[in-house]
T-cell receptor, first 110, second 116 residues
């Protein structure tokens, strides 16, 4: 799996959009971008994934650059419950395990 | 989404004893499940891949005789920490993916193991 680079931590004001960047400059053509988050003392939670088109679901939006070397996860209206570590992972879909990097610790502040 | 249930959520055991952690896929079949461990303020580290009806595949540095994995059915995988020591204290997490589908993985809620 290609490696990703994420900022160690970020702060966001409650109610504002949280934009979490991820660099994956060595991504290959058949690798998808996945985002998971882990709230303290819980298992990771799937958020969203995409290949090259922007994606949106009830939790977040995923913006992937045209060259696919970076992406941004957007939480449109962050709440205190969105405080978590967010992991960006690139991989080929299949029955292989997710490999987690260090992620970004997002703190949503009231 | 699909539900993965892990039990127990928290366990304290004495050094030298064994502890079994269960991971169940509640509403789907999972041919393959994955086991991770996580130390405080660290990321998840893959320990092993559990395959239904066959032997687990362990990551380098993980002792297969210490961390026994059994995947006896399409909905249950167990991790047994044998002869536990305080350094085995950690957060253990399982993950499963729907059989035959290249979809996202689902995770259990984790098990906090404390060995005293």
């Amino acid at each position: 799996d290609a490696k990703t680079t994420q900022p160690t931590s970020m702060d966001c004001a409650e109610g504002r959009a949280a934009n979490l960047p991820c660099n994956h400059s060595t991504i290959s053509g058949n690798e998808y971008v996945y985002w998971y988050r882990q709230i303290h003392s819980q298992g990771p939670q799937y958020i969203i994934h995409g290949l090259k088109n922007n994606e949106t679901n009830e939790m977040a939006s995923l913006i992937i650059t045209e060259d696919r070397k970076s992406s941004t996860l957007i939480l449109p209206h962050a709440t205190l419950r969105d405080t978590a570590v967010y992991y960006c992972i690139v991989r080929v879909p299949g029955n292989t395990p997710l490999v987690f990097g260090k992620g970004t610790r997002l703190s949503v502040i009231a | 989404g699909a539900v993965v249930s892990q039990h127990p959520s928290r366990v304290i055991c004495k050094s030298g004893t064994s502890v079994k952690i269960e991971c169940r896929s509640l509403d789907f079949q999972a041919t393959t499940m994955f086991w991770y461990r996580q130390f405080p303020k660290k990321s998840l580290m893959l320990m092993a891949t559990s395959n239904e009806g066959s032997k687990a595949t362990y990551e380098q540095g993980v002792e297969k005789d210490k961390f026994l994995i059994n995947h006896a059915s399409l909905t249950l995988s167990t991790l047994t920490v044998t002869s536990a020591h305080p350094e085995d204290s950690s957060f253990y997490i399982c993950s499963a993916r729907v059989s035959g589908a290249s979809t996202e993985a689902f995770f259990g809620q984790g098990t906090r193991l404390t060995v005293v």
